[in-house]
């Protein structure tokens, strides 16, 4: 019995053996090293040398802008989505016919999966000169500015992350027991307060979970800002593009990116807390 | 309400579908539509840095997806036989590797990697009997690695969900009738998380194909395709980064597609 036991534990740790290295050596590893320079200095060719300073994080209200736009942005942007998805999430669960309900449903999931790039690139294309402001100068008004903006930049948060705050909606709205709302009406309540009594309360984990994908995803994006923003509007990933590739100050980048993590944490936490609370339960997956 | 929805839809799909029709535009103008011509996609496929690009992405995104697809599915079936405490660690591993935002995953294979070669490199040289000593660098390799992180974490918990709802006594009735582990695998269990498997290598892929933001970090001098249209993005606006975002596009809804029709055929089983 001992030998099968042994037999079994070699296997298991063979399955499991490649991840693991994996995982060690390009998740946690990366990350130690990474902790490791944030308390560096910059070598006077770019790049890190040696030291152990707290300097880098007392930097970090140089790029207090990219944390402001960043922490209001990114919330902004998931808010304006989810005013876009819920009702879209609604209709396609609770109203929309079931025949045809899986193809409407994967209409929306298939844009996410194409590059985000293109995706943004579009807009630059409809809101630059030659786009909408062209029209609009057509009909005499003129001089519209739209690219290079943080409305623009909204935009596209909107556009690029709409399908992946739809989705969670829709599942928590799609497992909704029929018979509650039919109890709710059977009682007497008109659909307004049916869907504000029983509807809404009971697709919040599928909200919460979709403001906090989408935000946490936000809090490192990089390409719309890039693109729609012109440089004007900065996230935390574009002062770490600059850091690392151009003025190659890598502690201060690296101070950044860990602050930027911890950032991250500290939301999920706060959303899986807030989740549980909603959902009464444990059983809220953030991912 | 099916205004609204339509107007959704119309939001999502517009862009695309400009992208799509000017890449067809005879003329250079960008605002209007001069006559349908295919010159743009001769003229994408006639650039030699794009084919390189696109190349690179092809050999990153098919042997990361393959790597990710492998160890990913075993680690699916070895978390099975784990104790609870270092499953539990693994997890938070892997929803880590999801989580954590892409350019910290970029800069943390760079930081790393850097200060990996910066210690090899002189001790190969110091040890190398010839004159020129093989130097470690950022490549194909380090963009694989990274890629393959995020890709094996996400095939682990496609492949690690369609096991937990595999049924258990087919498994037994199995072994009880002196199947050997490794013959109820191949003959009950492999066929049955075939089909998630081969999802999460087509999402893998997907996802290589399509990353911009880990490969602009650890790319080094090499060039994926996201990494050129990015750049000629900059250079500015023209019909033929609408004839290669297009040909993008496609690309990647194809293999979407025949993800998401292999995941229907596992539900529709797992119904029965």
Known sequence: ?287 | MRAFLSAVYLFLYAPIALVVLFSFNAGRNASEFTGFSTAWYGKALSNTFLVAALQNSLIIAFTSAVLAAIFGTMAALGLERLRPRMRALFDALLAAAIVVPGVVIGIATLVALVALFSIVNPALANLWPGERPPQLGLGYGSIIAAHGLFSMALVTMIVKARIASLGRDIVEASSDLYATPLTTFRLIVLPQILPSILAGFLLAFTFSFDDFIIAFFVAGSKTTLPIYVFASIRRGVTPEINAIATMVLAASLLLILSARLLMREKKSKSGE
């Open chain 1, 1 to 287: 019995m001992r030998a099968a036991n042994r037999k079994r534990n070699l296997v298991t740790a063979a399955l499991i053996a490649p991840a693991a290295g994996w995982l060690s050596v390009f998740l946690v590893l990366p990350f130690i090293a990474m902790l490791v320079f944030a308390f560096g200095e910059r070598a006077p060719e770019g790049g890190y040398q040696p030291a152990f300073t707290f300097a880098q994080f007392a930097n970090l209200p140089t790029r207090a802008t990219a944390f402001w736009n960043t922490l209001m942005l990114a919330p902004a942007g998931a808010f304006l989505c989810l005013l876009v998805a819920y009702p879209t999430a609604y209709y396609l669960a609770v109203k929309a016919n079931p025949r045809y309900r899986l193809i409407l449903v994967s209409l929306v999931v298939v844009p996410f999966w194409t590059s985000l790039l293109v995706r943004t690139y579009a807009w630059m294309y409809i809101l630059g000169s030659r786009g909408i402001p062209n029209l609009l100068s057509m009909i005499g008004i003129e001089d519209v500015r739209l690219l290079n903006t943080p409305g623009a930049v909204l935009l596209g948060i909107v556009y690029g992350y709409l399908p992946l705050m739809i989705m969670p909606i829709y599942v928590s709205l799609e497992k909704l027991d029929r018979r509650l709302l039919e109890a709710s009406a059977d009682l007497g309540a008109k659909p307004v307060s049916t869907f504000f009594g029983v509807t809404l309360p009971l697709s919040l984990p599928g909200v919460m979970t979709g403001v906090a994908l989408v935000t946490i995803l936000l809090l490192g994006e990089y390409l719309i800002p890039q693109l729609l923003g012109g440089g004007k509007v900065f996230f935390i990933g574009n002062a770490l593009v600059d850091l690392f590739l151009q003025s190659r100050n890598w502690p201060f980048g690296s101070a950044i990116a860990v602050t930027l993590v911890a950032v991250v944490v500290v939301v999920l936490m706060a959303a899986m807390r807030i989740a549980w609370k909603i959902a009464g339960t444990r059983q809220v997956d953030l991912v």
